[in-house]
């Protein structure tokens, strides 16, 4: 068990990865008995303290061959999953003072991995090639606020970043600039939390005052995102959201300690 805080969680193909304010990282498999409901049995593979502040992301990678970690200290790591072994750590030339780190996610196709935090900018690194590069790909794109949460559209042409001052910025991964940008469905908040549904159509935004807004993407390449749902039903910050498949649900955790589902056909 974690003792401080957890901060992020990850779940794919039967493992979970967990990072916490304690500085640590953990992962975790077991049996997944068919059915709805039937209760999960997991033992942990390792729990290791990996950063010098909190870890703030733990994603898993594609291949089910390592995580990526990130964390206050301005770091972020790769992570045999099966041993916890570290395989990869960046440079430390950030300054943990301005530039923790609150969010890491690797691209779809598994060979781009990006990190951003305090200092407003999201930087991108190749680990596809066959010496990993600890080094931004591209130069890093600026958002202009401190970044709280980062998604990728499952095609890969877009990236999603969730700010302080209450901007979610759309980036189009092919042209490397901002494309669009939504706010919050709270005014004055910040976007804590976004995430895309698996066709890339739809984006769900999180933010500080507990309000969840859901966009559609246009049905012509010229046109504009349009707000599908909007939602103020949570009291404090929402940590995380998933969208169903063909926006049929919504679910979002928010600090609070409650958990919503918005049924939406």
Request: proline content about 5%; glycine content about 12%.
């Amino acid at each position: 068990k974690h003792k401080g805080a957890v901060l992020d969680v990850c779940l794919r193909r039967g493992v979970v990865a967990s990072a916490s304010h304690d500085k640590s990282v953990a992962v975790w498999a077991g049996a997944w008995p068919p059915g709805s409901g039937a209760e999960v049995s997991l033992n942990c593979r390792f729990h290791l303290k990996v950063h010098s502040k909190p870890v703030h992301a733990c994603p898993i990678h594609p291949s089910m061959a390592f995580m990526g970690t990130a964390g206050a200290d301005g770091l972020w790591t790769m992570l045999d999953l099966d041993s916890g072994t570290e395989m990869l750590r960046s440079s430390g030339e950030l300054d943990p003072a301005v530039d923790a780190l609150f969010c890491g996610r690797f691209h779809p196709d598994g060979k781009l991995w990006a990190v951003a935090g305090d200092a407003g900018t999201v930087s991108i690194f190749d680990i596809g090639a066959a010496s990993p590069a600890a080094k931004p790909a591209v130069e890093p794109f600026q958002h202009g606020a401190a970044v709280r949460s980062l998604g990728f559209a499952e095609n890969g042409y877009h990236m999603a970043s969730a700010g302080d001052d209450g901007v979610v910025k759309l980036w189009d991964l092919r042209k490397l600039k901002a494309v669009a940008e939504f706010g919050c469905a709270t005014q004055g908040a910040s976007a804590t939390a976004l995430a895309f549904d698996f066709s890339g159509y739809y984006l769900g935004i999180g933010d500080s005052e507990g309000g969840t807004v859901v966009m559609q993407r246009p049905a012509k390449k010229k046109g504009e995102w349009s707000q599908v749902v909007k939602a103020n039903e949570q009291k404090k910050p929402v940590t995380g959201l998933v969208i169903a498949h063909d926006l049929a649900s919504i679910w979002t955790g928010s600090m609070d300690r409650t958990v919503k589902k918005y049924a939406t056909v």
